[in-house]
């Protein structure tokens, strides 16, 4: 058994189609737990109507946004499995992903897998270019890094652990996987990258979107 973990906030747009990426990938008895954090639109609507029809779908409300640590907390917290797959509720999970990072722990030395963000952005943006580079560079990185045995940094758009790995993640303004793969890497787990288990993403599309982005990782690696 296995459990998806998905913390979202207000992503009326992206959660279905996030949630119906993963369904098919998932046995009878796994779960799939949805954390929706202060949420203002019609996120919690839109997982109530998926519940309907699949009742491995299960919802937790936080009245108040609380912010990704506080979410992935609830989903450790509730999680039936020893084995947790997180990912965001704006992205979409490539068919086979979820199967290619829950191999690995059949080593028990394995504490967690990051999988493989594919960046989604028009050709004529600004940041196409730097974009593509950027996120080739960084899988190149972490297949080095996960050869030499040194990798760490998993991609909150879609990794795995080990629940006895992670018991808890600290409140975080960014950079919630850093701190993930670092109380892992902590308790002598080894963790590694596995890039056939490829998620789709939304890349920032204009400079405010990027400034934001890198400024919450940023803040997060301040701290750690």
């Known amino acids: 058994m296995i459990t998806v973990g998905i913390p979202t906030y207000n992503e009326e747009n992206s959660i279905a189609k996030c949630i119906n990426s993963i369904l098919p990938q998932i046995k009878k008895d796994d ?6 954090s202060g949420c203002t639109d019609n996120t919690v609507l839109e997982i109530k109507k998926i519940m309907e029809k699949d009742k491995r779908v299960k919802l ?7 912010g990704k640590s506080s979410a992935l907390n609830e989903i450790i917290k509730n999680a ?6 997180q990912t965001d509720g704006d992205v979409v999970v490539e068919k086979g992903a979820v ?15 990051s999988g493989n963000p594919i960046p989604l ?13 950027s996120y ?25 652990f080990r629940k006895q790995a992670l018991l808890k993640v600290p409140f975080a303004k960014g950079a919630v996987d850093a701190w993930m793969g670092k109380i892992i890497k902590e308790k002598n787990y080894k963790i590694i990258y596995e890039p056939k288990a ?3 993403v939304k890349a ?3 400079i405010k979107d990027f400034i934001n982005q890198k400024s919450r990782v940023r803040a997060g690696y301040v701290l750690l």
Do not use: C
Not at 80 to 85: E, F, T, W
């Open 31 to 36: 779960e799939v737990i949805v954390v929706a």
């Open 60 to 66: 937790i409300i936080e009245t108040e946004r609380k």
């Open 80 to 85: 039936k499995s020893s084995i947790i797959v």
């Open 99 to 113: 199967s290619e990072l829950i191999k690995h722990f059949n080593d028990k030395s394995i504490g967690g897998v």
């Open 121 to 133: 952005i028009k050709k004529n943006n600004l940041f196409y270019h730097w974009t593509l580079m």
């Open 136 to 160: 080739q560079k960084i899988g190149r990185i972490r297949e080095n890094d996960t050869r030499q045995g040194v990798f760490w940094h998993m991609s909150g758009y879609l990794l795995a």
């Open 198 to 200: 490829r998620v789709l």
């Open 204 to 206: 920032p599309s204009t």
